[in-house]
């Protein structure tokens, strides 16, 4: 299990380690060295590492992620109501039953490929995400989302412990996970994730996976039984995404159907691409670039942007701040829409190429085959 | 039976919609070749042009206070402030009237967007066709959403047609046995009128004719010497304008809002998948029946056998067409078939 | 004909293939024999490549069957019969354009080793030795070892041919399809690949080759089928096929 990975990859994961259980102390100065965000980092870091794994090595690009996602936190938060607080075992069923999910929705999608694979995993999710408002409300509890109350059986709990005041809070073996206690266990589970993509990334299977992206039609006379391979991409991504949904529930213990919408989807697809599709590290980055600026961005509003434009003429200011609330407070999302193009028309290998790049020009590097393999600019999917 | 035919007509308003939507996102990915994530935007952008021009028009005046008057009248609309009766008629039909200001906008929108994106990833990989043009969309959408604001925005229908069609005495049944809406049916009529346009314009004229010849063998119609690429800038342009008018027309019928586009793009890639990838006729079909479809699994009666099937229909046949037809009704063969 | 089936590696019997009106193949019999060099040659259209398809179940045939090593092929997908011993090199270079020519030549080597799947995310490709090294042997043998660590995309079109061939190598098929494979060459390129293939039929590896080029058909072939409009014309040695009026008719007089 533990043997065969290079020194390089080993000091890559001890870097990495390192650099995601620091963040506490490093982003504090960037407004950023909250608990609240920081397990946000790490929980849509996991969901974007995860996509990558099926759409950055495969080149499938699933639209209907964001349905393992609602997955993970129903079968998490279910866990709190019906067994015990303790977050492991809401973990596991997470994982579990968005791997579940993955197989049915997997099996069945993965018949097609090209956009015809992207239609049906969106069809696939948009039908979760219509159940989960409609018939399935016993199961989700509808609009409201499903939420701790006091009248929970909580068998395991209660057998042990008798239940106090008010509704109890998620706890790692009497640790309780809300504040860096919560975002340590994100990290960590960051962190063994990471160490796991790394593993899959240097192994044949991984290789096999680029394999079908640059030509499946030789993998085929080469061999291979595509399908399988696929598949199992298929649900390795749906139960990163699983557990990304049950970290969110074990942070904050409700689930909601709009996690499950097709556009819940479409942000993994941004953080993926932005951050740089097929890399190691580049959907971690995206994921925390586009989570930190969201924070940043949606906190402006027209106070702030006055004193920040308080030195120009009053006209100018005028200009200025309207123009900047295009993009700030609401506006974030046009942002994204912009930055999003953007990074698809110039630089598709999103910022791991950029990095590249300038890496490059300060003549670190001689030519873009230099790179490790994971950090070379990802070509698209057909 | 009554009932049968009151579904079939709820289902034919929603139907004609995805029709056309379906139609131009067919007809430019036929011709094309781009898979255009931000065509139901352009739906929605065709039905805010119908809240622009009303907002235009309806714009508040307030009348001088007359000598001897107590208080001010009451702010009118500048329209009817200035032309009279005239101008409160034009107020009235002010959604059928926006089409003149949708129909030069949309085209417009179109050709920019053809000439400063969509152009530049005719050779891109479709996933980065997908998501330029989902980027697109969310652009669109937002700088909706920030001039519009966040709420539906109603928007009425010419008087006249406020009521119901009293269908079944037209059919010599008996009176007021099914009623429909008349704007609906409105709606439907004017979507044939589109969709015969289009097919009309393809079918029987020059340029038309090279469009259809440039969809099944661009190269040998570029061998030619004709410029394909300036006629299929044309055609999406054409389909921007399609999309925006089915848009206009739908307002009375369901208040837009930012996301409107969002909601009928899914539908209506659905729609398209199900009618055969660039097949014209399939997406009119597919887009009919999936509506009809889709008001049949809203009866009580057929959700009280399979309950929240009204929901999930429309995935369900794509799923099951995609996984059993995998060209859809009408597809032609060699369309994306990798 | 009239040798033991069990030498017979590759039984065409009796194929028909349609595609809507037109007939492609038409009762096309062919047998291999094992360790030899079989050619088919014909004009273009001829159904050489179809015929090929359907050999590596890329296309059903309308009729007939394939027989490999005594196995019909009806019911095999392709990766299936790739894994009973068959590969092709294709007409225009199939290979993984995104990855470096060693890993080009490795995937195949686990096909042959690992099967049609094995879930190995685990298992470290730096600790696969000795598929490495067997890739590496297979690239010196080929001449492409020194450019190892390229990007295949970048590769020359002949370059890429060698690949490709350098892909099916490495699995040690009983039976290599050869569709073509020194088209568009340059003549250094062709002779190149001549002594390759005459190197490789020392190994008692049984091929099967389709070449416009004649230089290249004589030199390796030991047998030849004629086809020309889906149907075999004629067969025999070089010697038989090169003496042959009706061969030279439908195929000889019109390439030279």
């Known amino acids: 299990m533990f043997g065969n990975l290079s020194r390089n990859d080993w000091l890559l994961v001890l870097g990495f380690a390192i650099v995601v259980l620091v963040s506490p102390w490093t982003l504090t100065p960037f407004g950023a060295g909250y608990p609240a965000l920081l397990q946000k980092f790490c929980i849509f870091g996991i969901f974007a590492m995860g996509f990558n794994i099926l759409f950055g090595l495969t080149g499938y690009l699933s639209f209907g992620h964001a349905a393992f996602l609602g997955v993970g936190s129903y079968a998490a938060v279910w866990s709190f109501k019906l067994f015990t607080m303790n977050v492991i075992p809401a973990v596991i069923f997470g994982v579990l039953f968005a791997g579940i999910f993955a197989v049915v929705i997997g099996f069945v999608s993965l018949r097609r490929s090209g956009i015809y694979f992207s239609i049906l995993t969106l069809a696939f999710a948009q039908m979760s995400y219509n159940l989960a408002y409609s018939v399935l409300t016993p199961i989700t509890n509808g609009e409201t989302g499903l939420q701790l109350t006091l009248q929970d059986p909580r068998i395991i709990d209660n057998a042990f412990i008798t239940p106090g005041e008010g509704l109890p809070q998620t706890d790692l073996f009497g640790i309780p996970m809300n504040g860096y206690p919560g975002f340590y266990f994100c990290a960590v589970a960051l962190i063994i994730c990471f160490f796991l993509t790394l593993r899959i990334f240097r192994s044949p299977f991984g290789m096999m996976l680029r394999a079908i992206k640059s030509n499946q039609n030789r993998m085929r006379y080469t061999g291979f039984n595509t399908r399988p391979y696929l598949l199992t991409a298929f649900i390795i991504s749906g139960m990163y995404a699983g557990l990304a949904g049950s970290l969110m529930a074990v942070t904050d213990p409700l689930a909601g159907a709009e996690r499950m919408q097709w556009t819940a989807s479409g942000e993994v697809v941004l953080m993926t691409i932005l951050g740089g599709v097929g890399t190691l590290i580049g959907p971690i980055l995206g994921a925390g670039v586009i989570k930190y600026f969201e924070n940043i961005f949606s906190s402006f509003n027209d106070r702030i942007l006055e004193q920040l434009f308080s030195f120009l003429p009053d006209a100018a200011r005028e200009v200025a701040v309207w123009f900047t609330g295009l993009f700030v407070g609401e506006g974030w999302h046009l942002t994204l829409g912009v930055v999003f193009m953007l990074i698809v028309i110039f630089l598709p290998g999103g910022i791991m190429e950029g990095l590249q790049r300038i890496y490059n020009r300060l003549g670190g590097g001689s030519g873009p085959g230099a790179g490790a393999p994971d950090t070379a600019a990802a070509q698209p999917a057909e | ?338 | 004909m009239t040798t033991a089936s069990e030498n017979i590696v590759l039984h065409v019997a009796d194929v028909s293939k349609s595609f809507g009106g037109l007939k492609a193949l038409s009762d096309v019999d062919l047998q291999v024999r094992e360790g030899t060099v079989h050619a088919i040659i014909g004009p273009n259209g001829a159904g050489k490549s179809t015929l090929l398809n359907v050999c590596i179940g890329r296309l059903k045939p309308t009729t007939g069957h394939v027989v490999f090593n005594g196995q019909t092929l009806d019911q095999h997908q392709p990766h299936e019969i790739n894994q009973l011993g068959v590969s092709r090199v294709f007409q225009t270079p199939e290979i993984f354009a995104d990855l470096t020519l060693l890993d080009n030549v490795m995937i195949p080597a686990f096909a042959k080793r690992d099967g049609a799947y094995r879930f190995n995310a685990m298992a470290a490709l730096s600790g696969q030795a000795d598929i490495r090294t067997e890739a590496e042997e297979v690239l010196q043998d080929i001449g492409l070892l020194e450019k190892s660590n390229q990007i295949a995309g970048s590769l020359s079109r002949g370059d890429k041919r060698r690949l490709e061939m350098a892909m099916c190598l490495i699995q040690k098929p009983k039976l290599l399809l050869l569709d073509e494979p020194t088209a568009g060459m340059a003549r250094h390129d062709t002779n190149m690949t001549i002594e390759l293939l005459k190197r490789i039929k020392k190994r008692g590896m049984t091929k099967v080759i389709i070449e416009h080029d004649m230089h290249v058909v004589f030199s390796l072939a030991d047998r030849i089928s004629v086809l020309a409009q889906g149907r075999i014309i004629a067969e025999g040695t070089p010697e038989e096929v090169r003496n042959s009026p009706k061969v030279k008719e439908a195929y000889l007089g019109e390439a030279h």
């Open chain 2, 1 to 338: 039976m009554d009932a049968i035919i009151i579904q079939i007509l709820n289902g034919l308003d929603k139907g004609a919609a995805y029709a056309l939507i379906a139609l131009g996102l067919t007809l430019v990915f036929g011709t094309l070749g781009v898979v255009n994530f931000a065509h139901g935007a352009l739906f929605m952008l065709g039905a805010f042009c119908a809240v622009t021009f009303n907002k235009i028009i309806t714009w508040p005046i307030q009348p001088p206070k007359a000598e001897g008057q107590l208080f001010a009248p009451p702010a009118k609309p500048w329209f009817e402030y200035a032309f009279g009766d005239l101008g409160a008629s034009i107020i009235n039909w002010s959604v059928p009237i926006s089409i003149l200001l949708a129909i030069p906008v949309m085209l417009l929108i179109g050709l920019a967007m053809e000439r400063g994106l969509i152009r530049h990833f005719y050779k891109r990989a479709h996933a980065d066709q997908i998501l330029v043009t989902f980027g697109l969309a969310i652009v669109l959408q937002e700088i909706v959403k920030k001039f519009f604001g966040a709420n539906p925005l109603p928007q009425n229908a010419p008087a006249m047609f406020n009521g119901t069609a009293d269908i079944a005495s037209w059919f010599g049944l008996t009176d007021m046995f099914i009623v429909y809406p008349w704007w609906r049916l409105i709606y439907f009529l004017f979507s044939l009128l589109v969709i015969g346009a289009v097919f009309a314009f393809l079918q029987f004229t020059t340029y038309g004719m090279v469009v259809r010849a440039g969809m099944r063998d661009r190269e040998t119609v570029g061998l030619l010497g004709i410029n394909i690429e300036r006629r299929f800038t044309v055609v999406f342009g054409i389909a921007s304008v399609v999309a925006g008018l089915a848009g206009v027309m739908y307002t009375p019928i369901l208040p837009p809002d930012y996301h409107l586009g969002m909601d009928f793009l899914v539908l209506s890639f659905v729609v398209v998948v199900v009618g055969g990838m660039g097949s014209l006729p399939g997406a009119v079909l597919a887009g009919f029946l999936l509506g009809i479809l889709q008001s049949f699994a809203s009866m009580n009666e057929v959700k009280g056998i399979l309950p929240g099937i009204d929901q999930i229909i429309i995935y369900l046949v794509a799923v099951t067409i995609l996984l059993t037809m995998p060209r859809g009704l009408m597809g032609r063969k060699g369309v994306m078939e990798d």
